[in-house]
């Protein structure tokens, strides 16, 4: 398995918030990700499906669409995903999410 590394919270707060950069890049990458229990492809599909159940459809949920394709996850998956969650986070919640998985 390859390690995540992660530094956007070092480099883009570590001056102004130090604690919340090491526990973004430390603790949840450093830590949280790189625990062996989950596979990196079932952690992306985690994160997406919390991501868009929570109405989530910024920057984030596209770095991590992004992620879920290096992690492994298809097109076709990441379709049959998007429209899972519609039935169970919300139909405008998975709407708003497609056209990001459509681009990645």
Do not use: C
Not at 28 to 52: A, C, H, Q, Y
């Amino acid at each position: 398995m390859t390690m995540i590394k992660q530094t956007a919270g070092h480099d883009q707060l570590g001056d102004f918030s130090p604690k919340f950069a090491h526990y973004n890049d430390d603790v949840l990458f450093g830590e949280v990700w790189n625990d062996p229990t989950l596979s990196p492809k079932t952690r992306s599909i985690i994160t997406i499906s919390t991501l868009i159940g929570k109405g989530i459809t910024d920057s984030s949920l596209k770095y991590h669409l992004q992620t879920a394709r290096t992690n492994g996850v298809t097109r076709d998956e990441m379709a049959s995903i998007l429209t899972h969650i519609a039935f169970y986070a919300g139909w405008p919640n998975a709407w708003a999410a497609f056209p990001m998985a459509k681009e990645v």
